[in-house]
């Protein structure tokens, strides 16, 4: 498998651990298992505390940590820049970041404000054009760019609001950096994966609702979980992938398909 993967000692960019629920920490985990070299970005020091203690239970593994606010440009920069300087080459990157303030969920979607708005665009969807910019001058063997969404951004989910939003323009975003960057053969994806209980669907004030209406409805009549979006992620960071670009791919247990 290994072979086929081609992602032994490529160079991993993942962004947005912030303890071991982030779907972020299920991709590193899966790329350790594929023998991928990971450099994480972190953005407070809270998160480089739970990192490391991580890391303790892969002491074989050797991983670097920056830290990189994905709402500063300066802060992206010196990150990717800090990474190209130590690893010389970017094959990949996992950009796993999202974030909006509570009372835009909260409150009725009529009500969002516009600085609301701007920060949720800013960090969850602007962050894939920032973060791949500055990655670009580095990912000189081509690559693989993933980033994570959620059905939100087509269907209207109670409660999600301004990251539907969001997510709508990561998609956009997606496929027209697909678009631009592809004649350098480096690929876009979004995953739009199923619901998980992780830091950030604790701002979803009706997540319980969602995962008992998933496990209803889906085709596979249950949740997904970290490991099953990990997984296809690493498909879409891999060789196997290399004629997937701009697309949206869901890991939902077939929850997108479904009507009534
Ligand atoms: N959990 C779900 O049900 C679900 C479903 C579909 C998509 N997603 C998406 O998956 C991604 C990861 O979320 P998660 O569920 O693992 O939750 P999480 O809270 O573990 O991860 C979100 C991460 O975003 C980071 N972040 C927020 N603002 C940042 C900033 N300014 N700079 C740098 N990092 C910042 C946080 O530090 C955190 O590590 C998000 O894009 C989320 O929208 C989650």
């Known amino acids: 498998m290994e072979n086929l993967l081609q992602l032994k000692d490529k160079n991993i960019v993942v962004m947005g651990v912030a303890n071991d629920r982030s779907i972020a920490w299920g991709i590193a985990k899966s790329l350790f298992e594929v023998g991928a070299n990971v450099i994480f970005t972190y953005r407070k020091e809270r ?12 002491e074989d593994q050797e991983a670097t940590f920056i830290q990189c606010d994905v709402n500063s440009d300066e802060s992206i920069k010196a990150a990717f820049d800090t990474i190209g300087a130590k690893v010389g080459t970017i094959h990949g990157i996992v950009h796993s970041v999202a974030f909006a303030n509570a009372e835009d ?5 009529l009500e969002t404000s516009r600085d609301g708005y701007a920060f949720a665009q800013d960090t969850s969807a602007y962050s894939l054009i920032a ?15 993933v980033t994570m969404s959620y059905l939100g951004a087509e269907r209207v989910l109670e409660g999600y609001n301004v990251m539907g939003v969001a997510k709508a ?51 596979l009549k249950r949740n997904v979980t970290q490991a099953e979006v990990a ?22 247990g077939g929850y997108n398909i479904m009507g009534i």
């Open 47 to 58: 998160s480089l505390m739970k990192l490391e203690k991580l890391m303790a239970g892969y």
């Open 105 to 109: 969920l909260k409150n009725r979607f």
């Open 131 to 145: 973060a791949t910019k500055a990655a670009h001058p580095y990912m000189t063997e081509g690559g693989s760019i």
């Open 169 to 219: 323009a990561l998609e956009a975003s997606v496929r027209y950096l697909a678009a631009d960057i592809g004649a350098d053969n480096i690929r876009v994806n979004a995953i739009s994966a199923g619901a998980i209980k992780t830091l950030a669907a604790k701002g979803v004030p009706s997540f319980n609702k969602i995962l008992n209406r998933i496990e209803e409805s889906a085709p």
């Open 231 to 252: 997984d296809m992620t690493i498909v879409m960071l891999s060789h196997l992938s290399r004629g997937v670009t701009g697309e949206t791919i869901y890991i939902d």
